[in-house]
């Protein structure tokens, strides 16, 4: 469903070309669960903002079932991330002056076709967070903002879900809320690639991508064995940790 | 439907800066205030001097002395006589067709306990056919008057109310500043004649008022009726000819009277509103121009603020134009909500001026204030265009790491 070839992003910074991309070939099929993993600089939200048509790769081509993107005007892309792509951000990204419901139906007015507030209490619904309809970003917590932000993502039922580090801001028990969250829009067939740190969300996903300074330097399925491995290291290095905090 | 959409989205921005924005607008609330407020005097006293010239009539000539200039101060030279009004018939019969002269001063008239002060016009039997203003009771002046410096006197409609009440207040003896006067007639209600209350007004013949009266030698004016309202023109040049004999002025040297027409006197206030608005004007023009820098200026700081907004609407969707749209119309709203306080002010201060301040009328035509919540709307559009232009040009993902 989405296919990138050769990508590429340079940022000219005086003397230097900093490649934040440098030459990604990718291909994600639909109903795929990917995460994406690696160092911080390594390319992983420059890749993100391509792929959702944020941005424009410098070569390469990104195409979007079967369609170059580069053939593309600003319209065209706008129309793209409105109808086709959910957002999430590590942020949030919310506009805290509004409701969480108007927060929500965003999407919707930029569809420019009339729409009843409706679809967005679905939205969410969906991530159970219908009883909050009227608070205000402030007055949410992070995990609850974060389900606010994935209900604006899936609100005008988009194919892909983009999320770079969505629980980076979130301790783990609400990330693994947020992680219920996604696994469920995966089971109801939406396509999901996410961005993290931690090894423990990453392993989740069915297909895990590893990059390294602008390019993808492993890309394997996560089969049981190595998802159980993770755990179980995840789970030594914490005891440990623990013991050592314990001791001291 | 979407449009609407996004009109709503820049109220929701205005109103969480209400203040701010409305700090914002003070310039074009001040302009616009003062638009309204100066718009309202200035109509006001067109009307009342148009109207109050209409009934003047169009075939009527007002000679007044003439003034001039002695170490930089106008000072009036009283140069009327009596016998210039009777020359001027005399030299011009085919056009004047008669005058009037008129010596205004004021008394107090008393009928034994009651008491009103009054402008007093001593005046000729033609005065009445001349402004077609005639008595409702009794009669009115006759040459017989004039001649025998009678002491006789037709008051006022509101005078012979005052007065009199529901009596007749013809035969009936009054006293002009301690004068007795027989009451000759009561004139018809007609409310204003030119500048004068004329309901308020006591008339006597001309001799008694610059004789026994008030021993004046000349008169305060003259009103002079042409034969032919479209022969006005030759009417003046004819009536100057006689005045200047009259009063021995040598060729060369400049009138010591003037002439108006009502339409001269409509012209010169026509001139003095022009210069009048334009001063007007220029002061609205240049406080707009502030308050579209102040709005300019807030947009600005409201583009940066929500720079990451920006970037996230980008991002669920919107389009430049979209951004573009939004910011212009927040602009414009600001500003027609300035002009809106502007209006408010600016009718509030044209009502103060008119109840407060006696000799003011003030009128607001309801197109000014049109005018002015349009100026306002362009002008925030106006001053919205950069900003909203910066805002839609930014990058999504710059906007969005933006912190
Ligand atoms: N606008 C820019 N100008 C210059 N360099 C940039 C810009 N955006 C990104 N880069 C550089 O591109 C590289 C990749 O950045 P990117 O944000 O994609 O990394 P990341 O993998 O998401 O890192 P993190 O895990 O910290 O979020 C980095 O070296 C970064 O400094
Ligand atoms: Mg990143």
Known sequence: ?248 | MFLFRIIAMAFGGLWTNLFRSLLATLGVIIGVGAVIAAVSILQGAEREILERFESLGADQLIVLNGSSRRQGRSVTISSLKLSDADAIERDNPKLVAATAPQVQAGSQVKYYQRNVYAPVLGTSPAYAAINSYDVADGRFLTREDVRGNAMVCILGYKVAGDLFGVRSAVGMKVKIAGKSFDVIGVMVERGTLGFIEVDKQVIIPITTAMGRMYGRRKLTSLIVQSTDPTKLVECIESVKKTLRSEHRIRAGKPDDFIIFTQEQIKENFAQVAVIFAVVLYSIAGISMVVGGIGIMNIMMVAVTERTREIGVRMAVGARRSDILIQFLFEAGIISLFGGGLGVLWGLAVSNLLDTVVDILTTYTPPIAIVFALVMAMVVGLLSGVYPAMKAARLDPVEALRFE
Do not use: W
């Not at chain 1, 795929?32 to 911080?40: K, L, P, Q, T």
């Not at chain 1, 419901?101 to 420019?112: E, I, K, S």
């Not at chain 1, 932000?149 to 301790?171: C, F, M, Q, S, Y």
């Open chain 1, 1 to 248: 469903m989405i296919e990138g070839e050769q990508l590429r992003k340079e940022y000219n910074m005086g003397d230097t070309v900093v490649h934040a991309l440098d030459g990604v070939d990718l291909r994600i099929a639909e109903g795929e669960f990917v995460s994406i993993v690696g160092a911080s600089g390594s390319g992983k939200s420059t890749l993100m903002h391509i792929l959702g048509c944020l941005d424009r790769p410098t070569s390469g081509e990104l195409l979007i079932q079967g369609q170059p993107v580069s053939s593309m005007n600003d319209r065209r892309l706008a129309a793209i991330r409105n109808r086709y792509i959910g957002f999430v951000f590590q942020t949030f990204n919310l506009i805290n002056r509004t409701s969480a419901l108007d927060n929500v139906a965003l999407p919707l007015v930029y569809t420019r076709k009339p729409f009843s507030k409706r679809d967005a209490r679905r939205a969410l619904e969906r991530v159970g967070l219908a009883d909050r309809a009227r608070h205000t970003p402030s007055e949410l917590s992070g995990g609850e903002c974060q389900r606010v932000a994935i209900a604006r993502a899936i609100v005008n039922h988009p194919k892909l879900i983009l999320a770079d580090e969505p629980t980076g801001n979130l301790d783990t028990g609400t990330s693994a809320q947020i992680m219920e969250i996604f696994h469920d829009l995966h089971a109801n067939g939406l396509t999901i690639v996410i961005v993290t740190h931690e090894t423990e969300i990453a392993v989740q996903a069915q297909r895990m991508i590893q990059m390294c300074d602008g390019r993808v330097i492993d890309d394997s399925h996560v089969d049981e064995a190595r998802r159980r491995e993770v755990v179980a290291l995840v789970e030594s290095t914490r005891r440990r940790m623990f013991r050592t905090r314990s001791a001291s």
